[in-house]
């Protein structure tokens, strides 16, 4: 029999003794779950005086908490965000066309559906609330298997933009219209494409690389010196090194994939420090920017338990989640590998981590709500 997963925790964790007993036993329950290998986990009350953070895995080599990791979708929110710093800066309107942004042999027959081309009407804001209809890169696809699939067989893959699009033209169908933005409830289905397209507008529109919009936007002012995009790692030597992904118990190299993503490497200390900015306006000029991240909340079709507003999940941790509790909402966004940066508003509370696993999708949210669980008994 394995022995049980170490918990080490953060040095500075600042809880009472009975919430720090809890949390502990949730994580090491958590890494000795079969289909996991470690766990990373950090919640923090709004005013950053009650906080506690620690790693669980493998006894004979325990992770440190807060260690560097792929983020995967998390990503999603700093794009968010530099996509609403570009409007406050006139650079882009998110009324405005794809097709105001990218030339023509980008564009052109991304979206057909019934003989009709609707790229021309998909717009910054559909592709940013995932209501184009465009599909998903990472999703099935015609005549091989997705890349979902591929990540956890561990079989690694590299692609360009130029790649995207071709996949999105010739293998893969859009799912509906884009939507009437304007109507009281829009059709929503999650899709990496359309933020990869973000990117790329991004990038024309500010005439910099998402790299530098990044440091120059975001963390930079920030000073988030432990969060990066791949291939351009700080050289800071206290930053350690990224904690792997797997599948299971089983350890995964996928670089290339991983560097084709466009997504980033971060600690769960960083993408706290992130969300408060977000959600308290210090990325932004304007007092009520950060509102635009939240003014609507889509139901997801291939996602039905999460709405999606801008760039923004909203999750329900209902009665049944949180022993008959009075259910709490979670706002923020989780990745595919098992990672989370949420905050709960009801509670005041942020949580951040990861699971580093292939198919980790649904586990940040049973792990949240059995943390809002211990956190408010």
Same mark, same amino acid.
């Given at each position: 029999?394995?022995?049980?997963?170490?918990?080490?925790?953060?040095?500075?964790?600042?809880?009472?003794?009975?919430?720090?007993?809890?949390?502990?036993?949730?994580?090491? !329950?958590?890494?000795?779950?079969? +289909?996991?290998?470690?766990?990373?986990?950090?919640?923090?009350?709004?005013? +950053?005086?009650?906080? %506690?953070?620690?790693?669980?895995?493998?006894?004979?080599?325990?992770?440190?908490?807060?260690?560097?990791?792929?983020?995967?979708?998390?990503?999603?929110?700093?794009?968010?965000?530099?996509?609403?710093?570009?409007?406050?800066?006139?650079?882009?309107?998110?009324?405005?066309?794809?097709?105001?942004?990218?030339?023509?042999?980008?564009?052109?027959?991304?979206?057909?559906?019934?003989?009709?081309?609707?790229?021309?009407?998909?717009?910054?804001?559909?592709?940013?609330?995932?209501?184009?209809?465009? *599909?998903?890169?990472?999703?099935?696809?015609?005549?091989?298997?997705?890349?979902?699939?591929?990540?956890?067989?561990?079989?690694?893959?590299? %692609?360009?933009?130029?790649?995207?699009?071709?996949?999105?033209?010739?293998?893969?169908?859009?799912?509906?219209?884009?939507?009437?933005?304007?109507?009281?409830?829009?059709?929503?289905?999650?899709?990496?494409?359309?933020?990869?397209?973000?990117?790329?507008?991004?990038?024309?529109?500010?005439?910099?690389?998402?790299?530098?919009?990044?440091?120059?936007?975001?963390?930079?002012?920030?000073?988030?010196?432990?969060?990066?995009?791949?291939?351009?790692?700080?050289?800071?030597?206290?930053?350690?090194?990224?904690?792997?992904?797997?599948?299971?118990?089983?350890?995964?190299?996928?670089?290339?994939?991983?560097?084709?993503?466009?997504?980033?490497?971060?600690?769960? !200390?960083?993408?706290?420090?992130?969300?408060?900015?977000?959600?308290?306006?210090?990325?932004?000029?304007?007092?009520?920017?950060?509102?635009?991240?939240?003014?609507?909340?889509?139901?997801?079709?291939?996602? *039905?338990?999460?709405?999606?507003?801008?760039?923004?999940?909203?999750?329900?941790?209902?009665?049944?989640?949180?022993?008959?509790?009075?259910?709490?909402?979670?706002?923020?966004?989780? !990745?595919?590998?098992?990672? %989370?940066?949420?905050?709960?508003?009801?509670?005041?509370?942020?949580?951040?981590?990861?699971?580093?696993?292939?198919?980790?999708?649904?586990?940040?949210?049973?792990?949240?709500?059995?943390?809002?669980?211990? %956190?408010?008994?």
């Amino acid at each position: 029999m394995a022995p049980p997963p170490a918990v080490t925790r953060a040095p500075d964790n600042r809880v009472p003794a009975e919430l720090d007993a809890r949390l502990a036993g949730l994580l090491e !329950g958590l890494a000795a779950r079969r +289909g996991l290998h470690h766990a990373d986990i950090a919640l923090a009350g709004g005013d +950053g005086e009650r906080r %506690w953070s620690a790693a669980a895995g493998p006894a004979d080599r325990p992770p440190a908490p807060g260690a560097p990791f792929f983020t995967a979708s998390i990503t999603k929110r700093f794009i968010a965000a530099l996509v609403l710093q570009a409007h406050e800066r006139g650079e882009l309107d998110l009324a405005a066309p794809v097709t105001a942004f990218l030339p023509a042999a980008e564009t052109t027959g991304l979206h057909v559906l019934k003989g009709v081309d609707h790229t021309p009407r998909i717009t910054v804001r559909h592709l940013a609330s995932h209501t184009s209809g465009l *599909p998903d890169h990472f999703e099935d696809r015609r005549g091989g298997p997705s890349l979902h699939d591929r990540l956890a067989a561990g079989r690694d893959a590299a %692609w360009t933009f130029e790649d995207v699009l071709r996949t999105t033209r010739e293998r893969q169908r859009p799912h509906f219209e884009p939507q009437d933005l304007a109507a009281a409830r829009q059709k929503a289905r999650y899709s990496d494409t359309g933020f990869q397209l973000l990117i790329r507008i991004l990038e024309a529109a500010a005439g910099r690389s998402f790299h530098g919009l990044l440091n120059e936007r975001v963390l930079g002012p920030l000073g988030l010196e432990r969060t990066w995009l791949p291939g351009h790692r700080p050289a800071d030597p206290e930053a350690g090194e990224p904690s792997p992904l797997h599948a299971g118990r089983r350890r995964l190299e996928v670089p290339s994939m991983i560097a084709s993503c466009n997504d980033l490497f971060s600690t769960t !200390g960083d993408l706290l420090a992130f969300q408060r900015a977000l959600l308290g306006g210090g990325l932004f000029a304007g007092p009520r920017t950060a509102e635009a991240l939240t003014e609507r909340r889509n139901r997801l079709r291939n996602v *039905p338990v999460l709405r999606y507003g801008l760039g923004t999940m909203f999750f329900t941790v209902g009665r049944l989640m949180s022993a008959g509790r009075r259910p709490v909402t979670l706002v923020g966004h989780s !990745g595919a590998t098992g990672t %989370w940066l949420f905050y709960c508003p009801e509670l005041d509370l942020h949580l951040a981590g990861t699971v580093d696993q292939a198919r980790g999708q649904a586990v940040p949210f049973r792990v949240m709500a059995a943390c809002v669980d211990a %956190w408010r008994r």
